[in-house]
């Protein structure tokens, strides 16, 4: 099966900087689709940014100008660069692939643990 792993998250001062990475790991034949949601304390998961096999983007209108999304197809990694941070940007953020472990195989989602991202002074 498909295992990611995330990492990179942590405390921050508003307007810091931060970047989160996730590598796909594990049976894969092709991994579609990656991106990262968010999820804040009560409230549910939402959209950040995703970014396909292609390069294409897109992103929330609440991070457009401040991150970035990018990928590396040979290590079937996603990062998020993420600046001019704000308080409203603290959540735990998920990274996500679409991807099938064979041919013949449907295409499914899979998540990763979660990284804690609080921008706090």
Known sequence: QVQLV???GGLVQPGGSLRLACAASG???RVNAM???RQASGKQ???VATI???GSTNYADSVKGRFTISRDNAKNTVYL???SLKPEDTAVYYCNAQAKVT???DWADYWGQGTQVTVSS
Do not use: V
């Open 27 to 29: 049976r894969m034949f």
């Open 52 to 54: 396909t096999s292609g």
């Open 35 to 37: 991106g990262w949601y």
């Open 103 to 105: 041919f013949w195989s």
């Open 6 to 8: 995330d990492s990179g």
């Open 45 to 47: 998961r939402e959209l």
């Open 81 to 83: 660069q993420m600046n």
